[in-house]
């Protein structure tokens, strides 16, 4: 029902930047969560940041400050702006899409997943 397509992952330089995009199709709900997740080999899957429809937006503590979650409504689209990129940022990121119908009952959809590695 819903399809979450990333891109701009890859390779930086401790210190680097990048900047990850998520574009959502199919059915979105008005009432919607976007965000990324992230999963580093052998660890379980972790929340980066969450972004409301309304803007309203959640970090993990490790990366508050360096990383910005935005979105465009209009393009259903979530970016990941991250900045002083350190080696234990090194995951797979994953998109995440949140609908809540009108009963706040939660329906959750997943990207595929991009590769970001930081090493010099």
């Known amino acids: 029902q819903v399809q979450l397509v990333e891109s701009g992952g890859g390779l930086v330089q401790p210190g680097g930047s990048l900047t990850l995009s998520c574009a959502a199709s199919g059915i979105i709900f008005s009432s919607n969560t976007m965000g990324w997740y992230r999963q580093a080999p052998g660890q379980q899957r972790e929340l980066v940041a969450t972004i409301t429809r309304g803007g309203i937006t959640n970090y993990q503590n490790s990366v508050k400050g360096r990383f910005t979650i935005s979105r465009d409504n209009a393009k259903n689209t979530v970016y990941l702006q991250m900045n002083s990129l350190k080696p234990e940022d090194t995951a797979v990121y994953y998109c995440?899409?949140?609908?809540?119908?009108?009963?706040?009952?939660?329906?959750?959809?997943w990207g595929q997943g991009t590769q970001v590695t930081v090493a010099s």
């Open positions: 995440n899409l949140e609908n809540y119908d009108v009963l706040s009952r939660r329906y959750a959809y």
